[in-house]
């Protein structure tokens, strides 16, 4: 876990661009966990699982760990190598995070795909394949 200066992160437009900016593109293939800071101003805390960790499952200790946080809300960016299709692989790992945060009663923000050429917004279209 790493500790990021806190970013203002207000409307979802804000999040995409961030994070459109500290990854325009995917580099590695791994899921990101950010968490808001305790007053839910910007994103502090940060967990990082790599895919090739527990299947690309967020595991339990990583769940602990986010549920220690003073974070009420998680945003969710999934980086991963490829194009911006997204795979049955890929459905597998986003449902399981999703319902990992559903099981902890966070509010979700994203998920947001990292591809090879850029960032986007995972919708329920994407999600439902």
Request: glycine residues 10%; aromatic residues 6%.
């Amino acid at each position: 876990m790493t500790r990021n200066r806190p970013q203002f992160l207000t409307t979802d437009d804000d999040l995409l661009a961030f994070v459109g900016r500290t990854m325009d593109h995917a580099l590695r293939d791994q899921t990101w966990l950010w968490l808001t800071d305790p007053d839910s101003t910007g994103f502090g805390t940060v967990v990082q699982l790599d895919h090739s960790e527990a299947d690309g499952i967020v595991p339990e200790r990583l769940w602990q760990a986010v549920a220690e946080a003073a974070g009420t809300e998680l945003g969710l960016v999934y980086e991963r190598r490829g194009p911006e299709t997204l795979s049955t692989l890929d459905h597998q790992r986003l449902r399981a995070a999703l319902h990992g945060a559903a099981e902890r009663g966070l509010r979700l923000r994203g998920p947001i795909l990292v591809h090879d050429t850029g960032t986007r917004w995972l919708g329920p279209d994407d999600l439902a394949g």
